[in-house]
């Protein structure tokens, strides 16, 4: 959460410092790095035992004149164990990565605000590593699937090429969370149900997108 405020701040700060120039974007090929807070979400076991750390992206994206934009990317989420979760204290986390191609829509409504939404879809692969794991002699475990995410970038600009974006994603990994992914041999008190449920995620968080093609600020007109 800390991390979170204080890129809220960094943005902040950029908004003002350029605050006396009109910008005017108009979006083409751009490169944008993401990095937000996820919060596991549907499966219950998943959300209680898993607490997610970090997750970021990093993308281009190639905008068309009707707004239509087409985009590829890589993804990344950490999820510690909460070792205060299971029968006995747990210690490792799961690495996701995933590679995917993005379809959606950004539009610029005034030189300061535009919005950027899609869906980006995918292939992941997980890695769980745990201590658990390793006194069993086993390294890690590996899951892999499909990766879908419906996205939402609230845009606003800080200079001809610059932008800055609160974000809002909802990442569904094509697994099902199980405690046997860390090491664990019982379902724990929880519904076996609840572990073929979707293992998905809110996430909530700031990216910085550089367009290669922004246009000129009214003051170098």
Not at 61 to 82: C, D, P, V
Not at 197 to 214: C, D, E, I, M, R
């Given at each position: ?10 943005m902040l700060a950029n908004l003002i410092c350029y605050s006396g120039y009109a910008q005017s974007i108009d979006p ?129 600009t800080a200079d001809v090429n610059c932008s800055y974006r609160l974000t809002i994603g909802y990442p569904i990994y ?48």
């Open positions: 959460m800390r991390s979170t405020k204080i890129l809220f701040v960094i083409d090929d751009s490169f944008t790095f993401e990095i937000s807070l996820p919060n596991a979400f549907y499966n219950k076991p998943y959300k209680t035992i898993m607490q997610g750390l970090v997750q970021s992206s990093a993308q281009y994206q190639y905008t068309l004149k009707n707004g239509l934009s087409f985009g590829a990317g890589l993804h990344y989420t950490y999820f510690a164990i909460n070792e205060f979760r299971v029968p006995s204290k747990v210690y490792g986390g799961i690495h996701t990565t995933a590679a995917y191609v993005k379809i959606g829509h950004e539009k610029f409504w005034s030189e300061r605000f535009g919005t950027d939404f899609g869906v980006k879809m995918g292939y992941l692969q997980s890695y769980t590593v745990s201590d658990l794991l390793k006194s069993k002699g086993i390294p890690f475990n590996f899951v892999e699937g499909t990766y879908i995410e419906p996205c939402l970038g609230l845009v606003l094509g697994y099902s969370f199980t405690p046997w992914m860390i090491g664990i041999d019982s379902n724990i008190g929880y519904d076996p149900a609840e572990y073929k449920k979707p293992s998905s995620l809110l996430s909530v968080g700031f990216a910085y997108t550089y367009y290669f093609n922004g246009k000129k600020t009214t003051a170098e007109d």
